[in-house]
């Protein structure tokens, strides 16, 4: 890997300030040419780790917002990027360009720029999945993981989206991932770009217990989209969550470029890099959290031990909180206290299981 004291690293403003700390915007060009742009606050003092906070789809750095100065004014140190093809980095309309190592060397070149080696990484989301390979390929950065409506991806195994699907109709009578079929279709990022109100209200669901049927079910989504359909705000989004949402999206290339992410999953696209891994490679030395919402009919909260626990071999412990799949967003105050006792430097994994 390329050494970052050749890499540009550009502070382009000073965003939030507080009595205790500042949160400062940055960008960073890697090794292979691609500007990721972050926020970042520097930890209290040495004691204290650092969290990579690295968000889901369809999203951006901004969905942390209720947790950046909670957590900074608890000591922590914060990095939180715009992935990949989101918000102000680099949108690469290849679906090549997407290769989840790939984006997880992006990831430590920028916590070698920050001179970062105790990082609490946290994955809501697609978010999992590049921390997954983070951790497998950069295992020296992190000293705890927490997994966020998904479990730990172990790369190098393969994802069977349809036996998912078999599965969830078998045991739920849905598909929970039902949808990827659309989202890998041809034409899924021209039906999105044109109905993007209502795909916001598709995404972001004023009642998530309708997930199922209007979402996740094979063609819902794309049926959904062909009427046009919006619905009221949830009632933890405001009119300028919104407003941000649709400028981010509404982005040249955003729409596309976020959609990769499923169509180079399903396509196979980080086999070869990840096909020398073993079991061994793939096993997580270092405490993990599994945060789940007891409402998420997508990324279903009962998934999440089998998916994580197996392979966590320094502990493990699980939190189902009452929300849907957008967790930091519906339940910031609960996320927030989650987050903070469990990347406390004092603070142990448990070796069984459970809180």
């Known amino acids: 890997m390329h050494s970052l004291h050749s890499l540009a690293l550009l502070s382009l403003a000073s965003t939030v300030c507080s009595n205790t700390s500042s949160v400062s915007t940055k960008s960073l060009v890697t090794a292979d040419g691609y500007t990721y742009v972050y926020d970042h606050v520097s930890p209290h003092n040495a004691s204290m780790p650092t969290f990579l906070l690295i968000h889901g789809y369809p999203a951006s750095r901004y969905y942390w917002h209720h947790q950046i100065q909670p957590l900074a004014e608890a000591g922590f140190g914060i990095i939180a990027p715009d992935s990949l093809g989101y918000g102000d980095s680099s949108k690469p309309t290849a679906i090549e360009a997407y290769n989840l190592r790939a984006i997880a060397d992006h990831m430590a070149q920028i916590l070698d720029a920050e001179g970062l080696q105790d990082v609490v990484g946290v994955g809501h989301d697609w978010g999992a999945p590049v921390l997954s390979r983070s951790v497998v390929f950069h ?187 957008w967790l930091m967003l519906e339940k910031p105050d609960e996320v927030n206290q989650i987050l903070i006792d469990f990347a406390k430097p004092t603070r142990r994994g448990a070796q069984d299981g459970g809180l």
Not at 151 to 162: E, K, L, N, R, T
Not at 181 to 203: M, P, T, W
Not at 246 to 251: F, I, K, M, N, V
Not at 263 to 274: F, N, P
């Open 139 to 325: 295992p020296q950065r992190f000293s705890k993981l927490v997994f966020m409506a998904v479990g730990y991806s172990p790369p190098g195994i393969f994802f069977d989206v349809d036996k998912t699907n078999e599965q969830g109709l078998e045991n739920f009578g849905y598909t929970p991932f039902g949808y990827w079929y659309f989202f890998n279709s041809y034409d899924s990022a021209g039906i999105i770009g044109q109905n993007l109100e209502s795909y916001f209200h598709l995404v972001y669901p004023t009642n998530s217990s309708a997930w199922d049927t209007n979402f996740a079910q094979i063609t819902a989504a794309r049926a959904w989209l062909a009427a046009n359909k919006t619905t009221e705000l949830p009632s933890w989004l405001s009119t300028d969550d919104k407003d941000n949402w649709l400028r981010t999206y509404s982005q040249p290339d955003t729409v596309t470029a976020t959609l990769n992410y499923y169509k180079g999953l399903m396509r196979g696209v980080q086999a070869e890099s990840e096909a020398s891994l073993t079991d061994e490679d793939r096993e997580l030395k270092v405490p993990v959290l599994g945060l789940g919402g007891a409402g998420d009919l997508v990324t279903l909260s009962s998934t999440l031990t089998a998916a994580t626990k197996p392979w966590a071999k320094a502990g493990y412990e699980e939190r189902i909180i009452n929300s849907g799949h």
